[in-house]
């Protein structure tokens, strides 16, 4: 007897807007204050989403050039 598993993924999906919105506020940013001056806080808030949002998405400033 085989038991079919399923991979179930914890949580709920993840909204495609929110990535269109970070890339779209990283872009703006690093072109007006350059890469220094662009943290993710600065990149979330932009974004209009949560830190945790953009962490769940890159780990680092750098993963989103």
């Keep these: 007897m ?5 991979h179930r993924r ?6 495609p807007s929110i990535d269109t919105a970070v890339l779209a ?13 662009t943290t993710i806080d600065l990149i979330a808030t932009t974004a209009g989403v ?8 890159w780990a680092s400033k750098a993963q989103r050039r």
């Excluded at 914890?10 to 909204?15: A, I, K, L, M, N």
Aim: hydrophobic share 30%.
């Design 10 to 15: 914890q949580g709920s999906r993840r909204d």
């Design 2 to 6: 085989q038991v079919e598993r399923r």
């Design 25 to 37: 506020a990283t872009r703006r940013l690093l072109v007006e204050r350059g890469y220094a001056a």
């Design 50 to 57: 949560s830190r945790p949002a953009v962490y769940r998405r």
